[in-house]
C-alpha cells in the first residue's frame, strides 16, 4: 500500500483531525494545485486539475490547520463527481 493509498483511506475514515497539509498532499496526488489568487484572496483557495478542468474550492482553516467535516464531504463528493472516487 502506498503513502497515497494510506492518505486516501485515512481522508475516507473522516477522522476528526485531518489536517489541511494531508488535504493538499491528497489532491496533489489526484492531479491537483493548490491556486491562491494574489494577495487579497484571503483563505479562499482553489484546487485546480487542469487535466479534467475541474476546480475545488474553499476555505483554508483558520487557526488550527485541521478541516471540519463538511469541507472533508464536499472534498470527497467533487472527486465522485469526477469519478476519481467511487
Known sequence: MTKQDKLLNRFL?????????EMIKLLKGFGYQEVRSGKTS????AFINSAKHHIIRLH?????NILKKYQL????E????QEILK
Open 42 to 45: 484571503g483563505s479562499r483557495v
Open 13 to 21: 475514515s473522516k477522522p476528526k483531525d485531518f489536517t489541511y497539509n
Open 73 to 76: 464531504d464536499l472534498i470527497q
Open 60 to 64: 483554508k482553516p483558520h487557526t488550527k
Open 78 to 81: 467533487e472527486l465522485k463527481n
